[in-house]
């Protein structure tokens, strides 16, 4: 083959494919150049002018290096990999590095060998990370459970790229023995960790890096991100479904610290991916924020590449894997076409590959064990007329914490009248009947409740409402159905499974997208404020690693103080 690559690239022969009429951006020098694009087999082998044994008019449209998403949950798009494929990479995505923390916590190293068997079937090249912190924390109920031995035995084998974001961060700070037995796996096996650390800055911020972890998504302020890079981190600039930071945290790129800023989407719904799209909307939105349109390519590609060792990625030029992104320009990025390795793999908004879902092994089917519950399972008994309150904020996973004055009768809190609402996370592993109680101040519904079985990080079901019997009703339909989103309001149930460790649908994503775009409808008409996605959203509320004030199948946690909290106050 490197014989072909040569004549291909000195011209005494026809390269086996030739971009022509186009521009593309070379991300070594900023540069804007028209040429031809030569392509032998899956290389990029030189530009310039050249002549192919096939040749595709890219008609003045602009090439850039196939797009890679830094950190991603394939399971957060309710889909199966193949129908992710199918949505992401006619959006110009040809790399992601996929953290499968979801449907591990579910189903253990299964659900890991699932999505890298899963996306197989598809041309999606998919770098998939050993979850690190399987559960989160040792204050939830999780479906599985990988400690340091597990780590380290499975950090070697080949499908697992490195070790996912290390969520755990007091535990890295606090020298927790199976935390470090993690990390010095990994760095034994010689691969990247990934971090995840929220607010963590000065010497704390100096220990979690020394541990080896390079990256990080969490930046709230471009006073953070700027921190954590001068001390030698990479910066995921996220732009997902509830959690958007891009166009805050990209003013703080500058030309000097260009280089260490990449981007991802960490959690993004079918939906949002085939209304708005994966990394396209990423660029849109950093672009339209002041970030120069070659920079933001930059980072989406090269740096990407770069930080995650991915040789032969990131950029359009001599040796250069032919994965490459056709947009009609760079401010709409409206994707024309994708290759990858040399191969056209989606044109005009629509995948040329079977997107369907080929792979569902029982390992990752019927995960939901749990009893009947009653309308009494929700009663909430304070001991005062004070209590903690759980307050959520638009835009962002992390939330705060509010003191509230609440009354109660026979028992029970009375919320009528308030802004407040039951939060009740249900374990639904393991059927222990563990059932963790607050109230959430803000997201606005009325009349009913709604529940799901995606529940950062554990996914036990988590389910909100004003009515105990609604509340109930809501979980029981998610214990027929197998798992998935249920709404009960008025005494009608409206549910759509998840048929995928209770986390993704099989479906196709056209599919899924209508029915799950009805019921999202149909949680609006509840009153939920629509600043907020209203279950992805409330499935972050669950999280016990992003501050301050989170609830678990255990209770109410308090993340700051990294304890449990009294509901009282």
Same mark, same amino acid.
């Given at each position: 083959?490197?014989?072909?690559?040569?004549?291909?690239?000195?011209?005494?022969?026809?390269?086996?494919?030739?971009?022509?009429?186009?521009?593309?951006?070379?991300?070594?020098?900023?540069? #804007?150049?028209?040429?031809?694009?030569?392509?032998?087999?899956?290389?990029?082998?030189?530009?310039?002018?050249?002549?192919?044994?096939?040749?595709?008019?890219?008609?003045? =449209?602009?090439?850039?290096?196939?797009?890679?998403?830094?950190?991603?949950?394939?399971?957060?798009?309710?889909?199966?990999?193949?129908?992710?494929?199918?949505?992401?990479?006619?959006?110009?995505?040809?790399?992601?590095?996929?953290?499968?923390?979801?449907?591990? @916590?579910?189903?253990?190293?299964?659900?890991?060998?699932?999505?890298?068997?899963?996306?197989?079937?598809?041309?999606?090249?998919?770098?998939?990370?050993?979850?690190?912190?399987?559960?989160?924390?040792?204050?939830?109920?999780?479906?599985?459970?990988?400690?340091?031995?597990?780590?380290?035995?499975?950090?070697?084998?080949?499908?697992?790229?490195?070790?996912?974001?290390?969520?755990?961060?007091?535990?890295?700070?606090?020298?927790?023995?199976?935390?470090?037995?993690?990390?010095?796996?990994?760095?034994?096996?010689?691969?990247?960790?990934?971090?995840?650390?929220?607010?963590?800055?000065?010497?704390?911020?100096?220990?979690?890096?020394?541990?080896?972890?390079?990256?990080?998504?969490?930046?709230?302020?471009?006073?953070?991100?700027?921190?954590?890079?001068?001390?030698?981190?990479?910066?995921?600039?996220?732009?997902?479904?509830?959690?958007?930071?891009?166009?805050?945290?990209?003013?703080?790129?500058?030309?000097?610290?260009?280089?260490?800023?990449?981007?991802?989407?960490?959690?993004?719904?079918?939906?949002?991916?085939?209304?708005?799209?994966?990394?396209?909307?990423?660029?849109?939105?950093?672009?339209?924020?002041?970030?120069?349109?070659?920079?933001?390519?930059?980072?989406?590609?090269?740096?990407?590449?770069?930080?995650?060792?991915?040789?032969?990625?990131?950029?359009?030029?001599?040796?250069?894997?032919?994965?490459?992104?056709?947009?009609?320009?760079?401010?709409?990025?409206?994707?024309?076409?994708?290759?990858?390795?040399?191969?056209?793999?989606?044109?005009?908004?629509?995948?040329?590959?079977?997107?369907?879902?080929?792979?569902?092994?029982?390992?990752?089917?019927?995960?939901?064990?749990?009893?009947?519950?009653?309308?009494?399972?929700?009663? #909430?008994?304070?001991?005062?007329?004070?209590? @903690?309150?759980?307050?959520?904020?638009?835009?962002?996973?992390?939330?705060?914490?509010?003191?509230?004055?609440?009354?109660?009768?026979?028992?029970?809190?009375?919320?009528?009248?308030?802004?407040?609402?039951?939060?009740?996370?249900?374990?639904?592993?393991?059927?222990?009947? @563990?059932?963790?109680?607050?109230?959430?101040?803000?997201?606005?519904?009325?009349?009913?409740?709604?529940?799901?079985?995606?529940?950062?990080?554990?996914? @036990?079901?988590?389910?909100?409402?004003?009515?105990?019997?609604?509340?109930?009703?809501?979980?029981?339909?998610? =214990?027929?159905?197998?798992?998935?989103?249920?709404?009960?309001?008025?005494?009608?149930?409206?549910?759509?499974?998840?048929?995928?460790?209770?986390?993704?649908?099989?479906?196709?994503?056209?599919?899924?997208?209508?029915?799950?775009?009805?019921?999202?409808?149909?949680?609006?008409?509840?009153?939920?404020?629509?600043?907020?996605?209203?279950?992805?959203?409330?499935?972050?509320?669950?999280?016990?690693?992003?501050?301050?004030?989170?609830?678990?199948?255990?209770?109410?946690?308090?993340?700051?103080?990294?304890?449990?909290?009294?509901?009282?106050?």
């Amino acid at each position: 083959m490197i014989e072909k690559w040569i004549d291909a690239a000195l011209g005494t022969k026809k390269a086996s494919l030739v971009l022509k009429n186009g521009r593309f951006v070379n991300v070594f020098t900023g540069e #804007l150049i028209g040429a031809d694009i030569a392509i032998e087999g899956d290389k990029i082998v030189g530009y310039g002018s050249y002549e192919g044994q096939e040749e595709i008019d890219l008609k003045g =449209k602009i090439a850039v290096p196939g797009l890679i998403d830094a950190h991603v949950h394939i399971e957060s798009s309710q889909l199966s990999p193949e129908a992710f494929a199918g949505l992401v990479m006619p959006r110009g995505t040809t790399t992601v590095i996929a953290d499968p923390h979801e449907i591990t @916590n579910v189903c253990g190293i299964s659900g890991a060998q699932y999505i890298y068997k899963a996306s197989e079937n598809t041309p999606l090249e998919v770098k998939v990370m050993l979850p690190s912190c399987v559960p989160a924390t040792a204050f939830e109920t999780s479906g599985a459970v990988l400690t340091g031995a597990d780590t380290e035995k499975f950090i070697r084998e080949d499908f697992l790229f490195g070790l996912g974001e290390f969520m755990n961060y007091p535990g890295v700070l606090a020298k927790d023995p199976e935390a470090i037995k993690k990390l010095e796996g990994a760095r034994a096996a010689g691969k990247i960790i990934d971090g995840h650390a929220p607010s963590t800055g000065g010497r704390g911020l100096n220990a979690y890096i020394a541990t080896g972890i390079s990256t990080d998504h969490e930046c709230i302020r471009p006073e953070e991100a700027e921190e954590k890079i001068s001390k030698g981190m990479y910066i995921h600039l996220r732009e997902g479904s509830a959690t958007r930071n891009v166009a805050v945290n990209c003013r703080a790129v500058t030309p000097y610290n260009l280089r260490r800023f990449l981007f991802c989407t960490d959690d993004r719904h079918a939906a949002d991916l085939q209304e708005n799209g994966h990394l396209d909307n990423a660029l849109r939105v950093a672009v339209k924020a002041g970030m120069h349109p070659v920079q933001a390519v930059i980072a989406a590609t090269l740096n990407a590449a770069d930080c995650y060792h991915l040789k032969g990625k990131g950029a359009i030029a001599p040796g250069y894997d032919a994965d490459i992104a056709v947009f009609d320009d760079l401010k709409d990025f409206r994707c024309f076409m994708t290759f990858k390795g040399g191969k056209k793999v989606a044109e005009g908004g629509k995948p040329l590959f079977d997107a369907s879902c080929r792979a569902l092994p029982e390992e990752v089917k019927n995960t939901v064990h749990l009893g009947v519950l009653s309308p009494d399972s929700f009663r #909430l008994k304070l001991k005062g007329s004070r209590a @903690n309150v759980i307050r959520i904020l638009p835009d962002n996973v992390v939330t705060e914490r509010a003191v509230r004055t609440v009354q109660s009768e026979a028992g029970d809190v009375v919320l009528s009248g308030t802004d407040l609402l039951k939060l009740a996370v249900v374990e639904r592993h393991r059927d222990t009947g @563990n059932i963790g109680l607050g109230l959430l101040e803000g997201y606005g519904l009325h009349g009913g409740a709604i529940a799901l079985t995606v529940a950062h990080d554990s996914h @036990n079901v988590i389910v909100l409402g004003d009515r105990n019997a609604d509340m109930a009703a809501a979980v029981n339909e998610l =214990k027929r159905i197998g798992g998935g989103m249920a709404i009960a309001a008025g005494g009608r149930i409206d549910s759509l499974p998840l048929d995928i460790a209770g986390l993704m649908s099989s479906l196709p994503a056209e599919e899924y997208v209508t029915r799950s775009q009805a019921l999202l409808s149909r949680a609006y008409a509840l009153g939920i404020d629509r600043r907020f996605d209203a279950f992805m959203s409330l499935s972050f509320l669950a999280l016990l690693v992003i501050p301050s004030l989170k609830l678990s199948d255990r209770g109410l946690f308090d993340v700051d103080q990294f304890s449990f909290c009294n509901i009282d106050a």
